[in-house]
């Protein structure tokens, strides 16, 4: 027999109350399983004969074996350092990771610790895994997305090609991990943004007295998106592509402009939208969660939808350097950017997302609007009535709503927690 016929999760003696099991799923597949009076950890006993309130721990076993196999996929293909450390083109979990992370959640607090110790020493695998591609949105996860991308290839994952091996190559799997991504448009994180809204953009400066007659000549033009020579790299957008990268709150705005800036002044613009836009907002939570141990294809596909969203937020939120680094790591979001801009067929407007740079609850936002008829100053002046006679903006921006600020920053020290046997 193949060593692959004796894995699994097996050999348990103990009972586990089914009160114990807190993930709604697995409480359910398990309740047609109750047979014993008993339970191991919290030491609950009744007389047979009653009603059976516990299960064979061996029962959860096949469970979270199950749902381990769907999460991960044992490995053989592991390779060894001199000093002994195993080696992987992908991501090495030990088994009691994978345990762990696939049911220490589904269970009680209380006793979950002593069950997933219980259920790790029970269990029978290869001694490392990797992550399964069918946990993930495509055949093609967020980390070998973002790797794809940014070392193998950008520009070429629209069409097909019918030369042998074709699907098996980098534009294809980029094409399918992009098209996963379209369940987006169907969730609860596209919301409206009502007419009459207010974001904030602004510009630092050494000293904003330079610019501001600049400003007050043409507000929605100088506080607007850069044109596309002056348009840098941004975490959704490529260079020479100038998008409206903007804050639902002004203290928010400010604080991430000047994140990224030498300067300590501000002028800032804060825009009104004169329509309702459709945001894909990912600071919301993605309400009645799935849970990994359901088994239907609508259940596991909501189960991946909501795990990739926290490896794109963080994504889109995490401080990079601008020393150059950006310009590759910011490529994965900003395709993933792109494709959410031009391929579903319900048009999104936006994107929105945590920040993490000010204390209150302030979120940044890229509007998929670039330079020209998309902003209007209120009133409107000279210049865009001739450039724009008849054209309906999609947000304006007053001269009264333009306001300067200056910025403090400070530095925080933490010492590192250093290996004692170092």
């Known amino acids: ?128 895994w990797v992550g399964s591609e069918r946990a993930d949105p495509s ?18 994952f629209i069409g097909s090609s019918e030369r042998p091996g074709y699907e098996d190559e980098p534009p294809a799997r980029i094409a399918r991990f992009l098209e996963a991504l379209l369940t987006y448009v169907e969730s609860d994180l596209l919301i409206e943004l009502p007419a009459g809204s207010t974001l904030y953009r602004g510009r630092m400066a050494d000293d904003v007295s330079t610019i501001r007659e600049k400003v007050q000549m043409e507000p929605s033009g100088e506080l607007g998106p850069a044109p596309a020579n002056l348009a840098e790299t941004g975490r959704l957008s490529a ?87 950006q310009l590759v790591d910011y490529t994965p979001s900003q395709v993933v950017s792109e494709w959410l801009r031009f391929v579903p067929k319900t048009r999104i407007d936006g994107i929105a997302w945590p920040s993490h740079v000010t204390k209150g609850e302030g979120k940044n936002l890229m509007l998929f609007f670039g330079p020209g008829t998309d902003f209007q100053t209120d009133p409107p002046t000279e210049s865009e009535q001739k450039r724009y006679p008849s054209k309906h903006p999609a947000l304006t921006l007053s001269r009264a709503d333009i306001t300067e600020h200056r910025v403090e920053r400070s530095v925080a020290v933490f010492a590192l927690e250093v290996d004692q046997d170092w």
């Not at 959860?60 to 293909?77: F, I, K, M, P, S």
């Not at 762990?100 to 069950?115: C, G, K």
């Not at 359901?294 to 990739?308: I, P, V």
């Open 1 to 128: 027999m193949e060593p692959s016929d004796f894995y699994g999760i097996y050999g348990m003696d103990e009972t586990v109350c089914l009160d114990h099991i807190t993930d709604r799923v697995l409480r359910d597949l398990l309740s047609l399983r109750l047979s014993e009076f008993r339970c191991s950890f919290c030491g609950r006993s009744e007389p047979d004969g009653g009603i059976p309130f516990a299960i064979l721990m061996d029962e959860l076993g096949d469970r979270v074996w199950e749902a381990a196999n769907w999460l991960y996929e044992g490995t053989e293909d592991v390779q060894f350092s001199e000093d002994g450390e195993p080696w992987s083109y992908e991501t090495l979990y030990e088994t009691n990771d994978v345990i762990y992370d696939t049911v220490e959640d589904a269970l009680d607090p209380r006793f979950s610790m002593e069950i997933v110790e219980r259920i790790k020493e029970a269990t029978k695998s290869t001694d490392y």
């Open 139 to 156: 055949a093609i996860g967020w980390a070998s997305f973002a790797r794809t991308v940014r070392f193998e290839s950008r520009f070429v």
């Open 239 to 325: 260079r020479g592509i100038g998008l409206f990268y903007a804050a639902d709150d002004l203290d928010t705005a400010v604080a991430e402009i000047a994140l990224h800036s030498n300067y300590d002044q501000a002028i800032v613009g804060g825009f009104t939208t004169t329509r309702p836009l459709k945001v894909l907002d990912f600071t919301r939570p993605l309400l009645d969660l799935p849970s990994v141990f359901a088994t239907d294809s609508e259940s596991r596909r909501r189960w991946t939808f909501a795990r990739f969203k926290n490896h794109f937020t963080d994504m889109i939120s995490a401080p990079v350097l601008l020393d150059g680094r």
